[in-house]
C-alpha cells in the first residue's frame, strides 16, 4: 500500500480521536495548545471500557508517565502515540502475532464506539435550552452587526487560512478571554461551564450547527472554520441564561436575561463604538420587548407580591413542646439537608431541598392537589397520608412572603431552621386534619421526618464520625512512617499557605488543593469541606467548634468563619488531610494500599503546577533546588519499588492506524 493510500484512513481515524482527546483535554494558555492530564488520560481509558483484569489503571498511569517522559501535559500528538502501546497492553498475544489487528480492535471495538457515544450525548446544553424563544431571535437578530464586529475583531484567524488545530486553540483561549474582558466570566459564568459550552456547541457538532444557525439574520452567510459566528452567538445567549440562573434578582424571561447580558458587555467595552455597531437593541425592539412582557403580567399577580412583614412563624405551645423533646435530631437532618448542592451551608433551606426531604421521607406524592387546597391531603394505600409538590411550594412561599408563585419560575428564596419548623406544622396539619396539633406534629415527625436518620449519608455532615474512624485506620508504624516523610517533603509548600502562626485556614486549605490539582481533578469541594472541618474540630475539641447544637442555632459555617479564627489545621493535621484525600482516588486495582495511594498522590501533586508556581514566586529555581522543595525525592529513596517507572519503548501509529479502514 502506497504512502499517497495509507493517509485518508489515518487522517480520518485522526479526526475522531482529536474529539476523543478534546473531551478529556484542558487548555493550556501559554503555548495555546491542548493537553490531557493523567486523571483525565485513566478516565478516558475506563470511558472506553479499557480497564479490567488484564488492563489496570495502574498500568495505564506508568504507560502516560514513560511515553510522555514523566511531562503532566500530554499533547495530541503524544496521545495518539500511546495507542500503539495500548494494544500490546490491551491484546498482548494477538499484537505479538499481528500489531495491526491488535490496534484495529482497539480502535474498532472501544474508541469509535466512545467516539460515538461522545457524539451523541451533551454535558451541559440540554435540546430545550436550544430552543430559543422568538423574542430573544429579535434581539439577537437586531444586535448582528454588533456581535459580527466583537466576533472579527476578536477571532480575526477564524477567516483566515490556518490549520484547524491552530485555530481551535486559538479560539478556545480567546473565548475565555473575551469573557473576563466583558465580565461574564468569573462574575456569572464559572470556567467549567465555559468549557462545557465549547464542548458541547463546538467540539461535538459539525461546522453547520442548526440551533446556532437560527439565530443569525435570515440571508446572513455564517463564517469562521471553528467558532463560527453563529456557535458564538448562541454561546453569548447561553452566557445569559445560565448567568443569570441562580441570581437572587433573577430575571422572570430568557428575553429579559439576554438584555440584561448584552448590557452588561455594552458598558464594559473600552473603545467608543458607532450605533450601528452597538450591543443594545434598537428602541423599536425593546419597546416590542417590554409591551410583551407587560401584557404577560396579570394585576393579581402584581397585587400579591409584597412581603407580609407581620406575618407571624412561631410554632405553636403545643408544637413547640414536641420539637424541644427532638430538637437536636431535628436540626441534625435540616443540615444535611441543607448542604445538598452547597457544602458550606447548614442554615438555610431551598425550595428543592424542602421536597427532596419529604421525598425521601415518603411524604411527597405526585398525586394531582383537589380543588380545595385546605382537604387536599390524599391518601393511598392504607390510609398513609401523601402531600403534593404544589403545596409544598404555596407554604414555601407563604414563609418566604411570595404569596403568588409562578410555576415557570424557580424560588431563590430560602427557609431557616424556624422556619422549616413551621412549614413541618403546616404539613402536620394538613397530613392529619383530624388529630390535635400536638398529636399531628408528634406522628408526623416519629412516622417519617426522624425516620431519615436511618438513611442519612454520615459523609454529609460536617464534623464526620466516618472521617474520624478513617484517620484512626491510619495508626500504624508503616503508614505513620509514610506520613513522616510526606510531611518532610511538603513543610516547604505548605507554609507558603500559612498564617504567622503556621496555620492553615480553610480558603488557604481550598487555594493549596487547587493549586496542586487536587480540586476539582480528584476530590470534590465537599468532601474538602468536611476533610477540613473535622481535622479542625479535633484541633479544638474543647472551644465551640461546628457541630450540632440542640438550641436551635441558625448559625452556619460560613457565620462562624467570620466571627472567630480557631478554624485551622496546622502542619500535621494537613498531613492527615492529604491522606484522606489520597484514599479518595479511584483505582481499578483493589489491593492498593494507603502508602501505594500516597505516594501515587504525592506523585501527581509533583507534576501540577503548584510546586513551579511557589518556587518561582520564592525566587527558586526548580532545576537547582534541594531536597527540601521536592515533593518526591525521599519518597523514591524510601519507597523505589513505588515510585520508580522503566520507560518502555515507543511504536510508531501511523504504521498501525494505516492498516485500518473505518
Request: proline share 3%; hydrophobic share 40%; with cysteine.
Amino acid at each position: 500500500m502506497s504512502t499517497r493510500e495509507k493517509k485518508p484512513e489515518s487522517s480520518a481515524i485522526q479526526d475522531f480521536l482529536r474529539r476523543v482527546f478534546l473531551n478529556y483535554s484542558v487548555s493550556g494558555t501559554r503555548y495555546s495548545m491542548n493537553y490531557l492530564r493523567l486523571p483525565k488520560y485513566i478516565q478516558l481509558c475506563e470511558d472506553a471500557h479499557l480497564l479490567g483484569q488484564d488492563l489496570k489503571s495502574r498500568d495505564i498511569e506508568v504507560l502516560f508517565h514513560s511515553l510522555n517522559k514523566r511531562n503532566p501535559n500530554m499533547t495530541f500528538k503524544a496521545f495518539l502515540e500511546t495507542f500503539t502501546k495500548l494494544s500490546e497492553l490491551k491484546f498482548p498475544d494477538l499484537f505479538r502475532r499481528n500489531p495491526g489487528e491488535a490496534f484495529s480492535k482497539l480502535i474498532m471495538a472501544h474508541f469509535l464506539p466512545l467516539a460515538e457515544e461522545l457524539q451523541a450525548k451533551r454535558e451541559l446544553v440540554t435540546d430545550d435550552m436550544l430552543e430559543v424563544s422568538e423574542d430573544c431571535k429579535m434581539i439577537l437578530h437586531n444586535v448582528n452587526k454588533g456581535l459580527k464586529q466583537l466576533y472579527l475583531d476578536t477571532f480575526s484567524w477564524e477567516t483566515e487560512n490556518e490549520t484547524y488545530d491552530n485555530i481551535m486553540n486559538k479560539s478556545q483561549n480567546a473565548l475565555e478571554i473575551l469573557l473576563r474582558e466583558l465580565d461574564i466570566y468569573p462574575a456569572l459564568i464559572s470556567k467549567a461551564k465555559i468549557y462545557s459550552f465549547w464542548r458541547d456547541i463546538v467540539i461535538m457538532q459539525d461546522a453547520t450547527f442548526q440551533p446556532a444557525v437560527e439565530l443569525l439574520p435570515q440571508g446572513t452567510q455564517d463564517i469562521g472554520k471553528v467558532l463560527t459566528l453563529s456557535k458564538f452567538i448562541l454561546i453569548i445567549y447561553l452566557c445569559s441564561i445560565f448567568g443569570y440562573q441562580e441570581s437572587q434578582v433573577s430575571p422572570n424571561s430568557n428575553s429579559e436575561k439576554l438584555l440584561i447580558l448584552l448590557e452588561r458587555m455594552e458598558l464594559t467595552r473600552n473603545s467608543a463604538i458607532a450605533s450601528k455597531n452597538s450591543l443594545l437593541p434598537s428602541t423599536d425592539v425593546m419597546q416590542i420587548i417590554m409591551q410583551k412582557e407587560q401584557a404577560e403580567i396579570q394585576p393579581s399577580q402584581l397585587e400579591n407580591q409584597s412581603v407580609d412583614e407581620n406575618a407571624d412563624y412561631g410554632l405553636d405551645q403545643e408544637g413547640e413542646e414536641i420539637v424541644e423533646k427532638y430538637a437536636y435530631r431535628i436540626q441534625r437532618i435540616f443540615q444535611v439537608y441543607c448542604a445538598y448542592g452547597d457544602a458550606l451551608n447548614t442554615s438555610s433551606m431551598k425550595s428543592s431541598n424542602l421536597l427532596k426531604l419529604l421525598k425521601d421521607c415518603g411524604l411527597l406524592s405526585e398525586t394531582q392537589v383537589s380543588e380545595s387546597f385546605d382537604i387536599s391531603v390524599c391518601r393511598k394505600g392504607k390510609e398513609v397520608p401523601i402531600i403534593t409538590a404544589v403545596e409544598i411550594d404555596l407554604i414555601f412561599s407563604k414563609l418566604t412572603g411570595i404569596n403568588k408563585v409562578n410555576k415557570n419560575q424557580k424560588l431563590a428564596r430560602k427557609i431557616d431552621f424556624q422556619q422549616f419548623l413551621k412549614a413541618l406544622e403546616i404539613i402536620a396539619r394538613k397530613v392529619y386534619p383530624t388529630q390535635p396539633i400536638q398529636e399531628a406534629y408528634r406522628l408526623l415527625l416519629e412516622e417519617y421526618i426522624l425516620k431519615l436518620e436511618e438513611e442519612l449519608n454520615e459523609s454529609r455532615i460536617v464534623c464526620s464520625e466516618n472521617i474520624k474512624e478513617a484517620l484512626e485506620s491510619l495508626k500504624n508504624d508503616d503508614i505513620i512512617e509514610a506520613l513522616s516523610i510526606v510531611h518532610r517533603s511538603i513543610l516547604y509548600f505548605y507554609r507558603y499557605y500559612t498564617d504567622n502562626q503556621n496555620l492553615m485556614s480553610y480558603n488557604n486549605f481550598i487555594a493549596f488543593c487547587r493549586d496542586f490539582e487536587l480540586f476539582p481533578d480528584l476530590v470534590s469541594k465537599t468532601k474538602l469541606v468536611r476533610f477540613f472541618y473535622t481535622l479542625a474540630g479535633m484541633a479544638n475539641e474543647n472551644e465551640p467548634g461546628v457541630s450540632l447544637d440542640a438550641s436551635l442555632s441558625r448559625t452556619s459555617i460560613q457565620e462562624k468563619l467570620s466571627k472567630t479564627s480557631t478554624e485551622t489545621i496546622d502542619e500535621h493535621l494537613f498531613v492527615e488531610a492529604l491522606a484522606l484525600i489520597s484514599a479518595e482516588v479511584k483505582y481499578e486495582d483493589p489491593n492498593l494500599n494507603p502508602i501505594e495511594k500516597l505516594c501515587f498522590l504525592m506523585e501527581r501533586m509533583s507534576q501540577s503546577t503548584g510546586p513551579v508556581k511557589i518556587l518561582r514566586e520564592q525566587g527558586h529555581n526548580r532545576s537547582s533546588h534541594g531536597e527540601i522543595h521536592d515533593l518526591l525525592a525521599l519518597l523514591k529513596v524510601r519507597y523505589p519499588q513505588i515510585l520508580d517507572h522503566t520507560q518502555k519503548k515507543e511504536l510508531n501509529f501511523e504504521d498501525l492506524a494505516s492498516l485500518i479502514s473505518i
